[in-house]
């Protein structure tokens, strides 16, 4: 059944890192290509990473692929810092500055093309969120626009029947995308305090998250895992199998 069509196709080649936009992409066994492959380990911590959650103004600085997606190696990775500022990543003015910002210790951690391990996207291997969804989260919490790239989803779908939520009620059922893609939908996203900062400006703004625990019981966007590898492309068909 033919549920809607492929919108956005967001990844972020450094966790908690503004998002990548991009029109194509591949789908690995682990989620989008490229997808947290590349990271900051927050040595105050022993074995976890610096986020959004500890230092709010990573997700001002913008992340992508300047190359060709091989299986063997990544493309450069540049990024963009607010201030306008072009590294590669791995640059040590870069490292220096994230560290003097966050004040932490820090060190990069990169994973490999084909194994990107769950424990860097922490929940599943994508995340997905649908424009009625978002259409009527923003009437709930009141205010005029909402910027989908709160929930850093890796996909937006739009949907042919503008029901939300209702892909809250696909869990355990497969999605094709395109002509070989396919996932499976398996839980909600519960949210936490990075939805409340801003992809922009990095401000906080605590009703957001206020406001999805209240009224969906702090539920917002769902969960999948690969089925079925392939490439995908913004505006292909998105089907619901039976």
Request: hydrophobic share 35%.
């Amino acid at each position: 059944m033919l549920i809607g069509y492929m919108k956005e196709i967001v990844r972020h080649p450094v966790k908690s890192f503004y998002g990548e936009s991009v029109q194509k992409t591949r789908v690995m066994e682990y989620g989008l290509y490229g997808d947290r492959s590349h990271a900051f380990l927050d040595e105050t911590r022993p074995g976890t990473f610096l986020t959004i959650t500890q230092f709010p103004e990573m997700a001002r600085y913008k992340a992508r692929f300047a190359g060709e997606e091989l299986l063997e190696k990544y493309p450069q990775v540049e990024v963009m810092t607010p201030e306008g500022k072009i590294f590669d990543w791995g640059n040590e003015e870069l490292t220096n500055e994230i560290e003097r910002k966050s004040n932490r210790q820090i060190s990069l951690i990169t994973y490999p093309p084909a194994q990107v391990p769950l424990g860097a996207i922490e929940e599943e291997h994508i995340q997905l969120v649908t424009d009625a969804s978002l259409d009527k989260l923003k009437e709930i919490w009141g205010k005029s626009e909402i910027d989908y790239r709160r929930f850093r989803p890796n996909l937006l779908i739009s949907l042919k029947e503008k029901r939300p939520f209702i892909e809250e009620k696909w869990f355990g059922k497969r999605v094709r995308i395109g002509n070989q893609v396919e996932i499976e939908l398996k839980r909600h996203c519960e949210r936490c305090m990075i939805i409340t900062v801003d992809p922009e400006s990095a401000e906080r703004d605590t009703t957001l998250l206020k406001t999805v625990a209240k009224e969906r019981n702090n539920y917002f966007g769902v969960y999948a895992s690969v089925i079925k590898t392939g490439e995908i492309n913004v505006g292909d068909e998105v089907f619901l199998l039976e």
